[in-house]
């Protein structure tokens, strides 16, 4: 149950902005039906740390007075910012390790393969948040595959949040973001330093193989696909269980016949795709049309 207080923030946190429970349902519920997120009772604090330097800046007394801007017709640029700084980013390279075993080991030499014999393949990051996630796909493709870039070969990374699709594009990351690198992968994804000890650099190789775009998984998507592979991971867990449920559905219809989709370890496809999507690996499943 949220306080009935009706500055059951304002006081906590910040005496000159007020924060109302109807603010705050106003907020959960313009976010799950733009970004599908499901925002629990507990995220109160978050809500109002994350926002408050928006409002501030909109010269807002109150959340109440934001909310009017923010959903103004004609502020989606408002709206759109509230959305990105309630978008949780958290990633790091080699994330679930055992996704990129599977991948190495069983979905890329097939695919390779199909690639030298002139198939399309195409692979997706969805949900990519600030890029890790599709350069280490791009770096295990080309451990595998050095001149992937002379094929069919590409892979899509999309997020709905600019400002970390910014940061991916850029290819640049601190010492510290690639602490989580097996030592013999660092080769396949960063330029040598060349005393720049702050910071590495993507290889312009791996870039050449990955397209990143905005996207809203819950919106129409301009892509047809197929897809090959999708990695998805961490992001439904945000989303209410019919959200979830329709996402799985339209990244089965997406993949190719035999293609693998890789989920979060705390994601569950549920009964519905039971038919479809059998499970073969940790949160890895194989479109089983193939089988």
């Not at 293609?259 to 039971?274: C, D, K, M, N, T």
């Amino acid at each position: 149950m949220l306080p009935q207080n009706s500055q059951f923030l304002s006081g906590l946190l910040d005496h000159d902005i007020e924060f109302r429970p109807e603010d705050f349902r106003k907020i959960c519920a313009v976010v799950q039906g733009i970004a599908g997120i499901n925002l629990s009772d507990s995220s109160n604090t978050l809500i109002f740390s994350r926002l408050l330097k928006h409002v501030r800046r909109l010269n807002c007394t109150s959340f109440t007075a934001y909310l009017d801007i923010v959903t103004a017709t004609d502020r989606r640029d408002e709206l759109d910012m509230m959305i990105t700084a309630l978008t949780t980013n958290t990633t790091r390279f080699f994330r679930e390790p055992y996704h990129f075993d599977i991948l190495r080991e069983t979905v890329l030499p097939g695919l390779i393969s199909r690639a030298k014999s002139g198939d399309r393949i195409r692979l997706w990051s969805a949900g990519c948040s600030s890029g890790e996630e599709p350069y280490t796909i791009a770096a295990v493709l080309l451990s595998l595959f050095p001149d992937a870039n002379a094929y069919d070969v590409k892979i899509l990374a999309t997020d709905i949040n600019p400002n970390v699709l910014a940061a991916a594009e850029s290819g640049i990351y601190k010492n510290s973001d690639i602490e989580s690198v097996p030592e013999q992968m660092r080769k396949f994804l960063f330029l040598d330093r060349h005393g720049k000890n702050d910071h590495v650099e993507i290889k312009p190789d791996l870039r050449k193989l990955i397209t990143f775009k905005y996207l809203n998984l819950i919106d129409p998507w301009p892509i047809s696909g197929p897809f090959n592979a999708i990695f998805c991971r961490n992001v439904a867990i945000y989303m209410d269980e019919v959200t979830q449920t329709r996402l799985w559905q339209r990244f089965d219809s997406i993949l190719d016949a035999g293609g693998y989709l890789f989920i979060g370890h705390s994601e569950r496809l549920g009964v519905e795709r039971a038919d479809t999507l059998r499970l073969c690996g940790k949160t890895c499943f194989v479109k089983s049309d193939a089988i």
